[in-house]
């Protein structure tokens, strides 16, 4: 079975730009979160979706957004980039609620 | 507000030696309880999980978890570090039951010396 796939792994842009992501999870697997990590503050939380609903959200401004279609593939958006959103952005896939979540290879986002 | 802790950010062994990571969260009630390992430039890696079962968790590589309720602990052992082993390790909780949102310790960096 093939893993979480992240696209694309690495991205530039500029301050003021906005950026989208995508994950497609592992087959069959309905619920798909996201997460953030720098060296500053470690991994944290953004947003979980389950069913195309967005079940939990992490304390993230909200320039900071998500979705999931039907086929439970699932994109984030980041709008008016700063420069602290400068990170690796993972996301997280499972079967369901409380299941282990199983990551994908990240998408390394800089902002200059 | 809930929290995990990882007393260390770097730990350095020498191959051969005994491993040990340490992990504290604060609950009253148990939550569920998970190791990842981060490899460079890469995603994370499950390498075990407690979910109320055995308290003595066995995972992939070689590595084992005890969960302990009085001490709020659950410590990353393994007996003996290979060079591989070297990597970023994460505890992380899932308080929220209903849900699939995971709050994560620091990290650890585990250096392992020839």
């Known amino acids: 079975k093939a893993g979480v796939t992240q696209t694309p792994r690495y991205l530039i842009k500029t301050r003021g730009q906005q950026v989208t992501l995508s994950c497609s999870p592992i087959s069959g697997h309905r619920s798909v979160s996201w997460y953030q990590q720098t060296p500053g503050q470690g991994l944290q939380f953004l947003f979980e979706?389950?069913?195309?609903?967005?079940?939990n959200k992490g304390n993230f401004p909200g320039r900071f957004s998500g979705r999931q279609f039907s086929n439970s593939r699932s994109e984030m958006n980041v709008s008016t980039l700063e420069l602290g959103d400068s990170a690796l952005y993972l996301c997280?896939?499972?079967?369901?609620?409380?299941?282990?979540?199983?990551f994908g290879p990240g998408t390394r986002l800089l902002v200059l | 507000a809930q929290s995990v802790t990882q007393l260390g950010s770097h730990v350095s062994v020498s191959e051969g030696a005994l491993v040990l990571l340490r992990c504290n969260y604060s609950?009253?009630?148990?939550?569920?309880l998970f190791w990842y390992v981060q490899y460079p430039n890469q995603g994370l890696q499950l390498l075990l999980k407690y979910t109320s079962a055995a308290t003595l968790v066995k995972g992939i590589n070689g590595f084992e978890a005890e969960f302990k309720k009085s001490e709020t602990s659950f410590h990353l052992t393994k007996p003996s570090a290979h060079m591989s082993d070297a990597a970023e390790y994460f505890c992380?909780?899932?308080?929220?039951?209903?849900?699939?949102?995971?709050?994560f310790g620091g990290g650890t960096r585990l250096m392992v010396k020839p």
């Open positions: 997280a896939s499972s079967l369901g609620r409380s299941e282990t979540q199983y």
């Open positions: 992380a909780v899932n308080y929220n039951n209903a849900g699939n949102m995971l709050t």
């Open positions: 609950s009253s009630v148990p939550p569920y």
């Open positions: 979706y389950f069913s195309e609903t967005q079940r």
